[in-house]
């Protein structure tokens, strides 16, 4: 026969999912088993009409909610720090972590829709220009008379504008 959840199971649950910033380990059957929990005390109240169960019925529904919520408010923070780090949250249930990966891709296929692809100009120096920082802040040169490099289209056309490089 299949573990019933208890009230003050979901209880304890609501409250680590609310006190912790990470993910709590709760069992990858938690809503499956609080939904048929909630089944149980609807059939409950029908047959005796008792308020005291319809009280706990609205109690436990209001924090099932609350725990789905608040997790999945997480797994969105989580996607964030594993775009940056690299790092999987722990404690995803099967089916958050099928959602999660899904949510990557769809973030990952959105960027490369969006993401402007800078431009590349290739220029021909017109002296010997030493080292210099660019508005990006990545430092640049030095280079030779007459070589020829690639650069983003901003700092080429800056140089061609100030006679530094012509366009090749």
């Given amino acids: 026969m299949e573990e019933i959840i208890t009230f003050d199971q979901i209880r304890e649950i609501f409250e680590n999912e609310k006190k912790d910033v990470k993910l709590s380990k709760i069992d990858d059957n938690f809503f499956e ?13 029908e047959e005796t009409k008792n308020e005291k169960i319809l009280q706990e019925i609205k109690t ?4 099932i909610d609350e725990i789905f919520n608040t997790r999945l408010k997480k797994l969105i923070n989580s996607i964030f720090i594993f775009l940056k780090t690299g790092v999987l949250p722990e404690n ?3 089916v958050e972590e ?20 800078k431009s ?8 010997d220009i030493p080292s ?16 020829i490099v690639e650069l983003d ?16």
């Fill in 153 to 168: 289209e901003s700092i080429a056309n800056y140089l061609i504008l100030n006679n530094f490089a012509t366009k090749v």
């Fill in 60 to 63: 436990a529904k209001r924090m």
């Fill in 132 to 147: 210099f920082v660019g508005p990006d802040g990545k430092t640049y040169g030095p280079y030779k008379k007459d070589e």
């Fill in 33 to 45: 088993k609080a939904k048929k929990y909630l089944e149980m005390k609807e059939r409950a109240y």
């Fill in 120 to 127: 590349i100009v290739k220029v021909k120096m017109n002296f």
């Fill in 92 to 94: 995803m249930l099967k």
């Fill in 98 to 117: 099928e959602i999660f990966f899904k949510m990557i891709d769809i973030i990952k296929e959105f960027k490369k829709k969006v993401k402007i692809e």
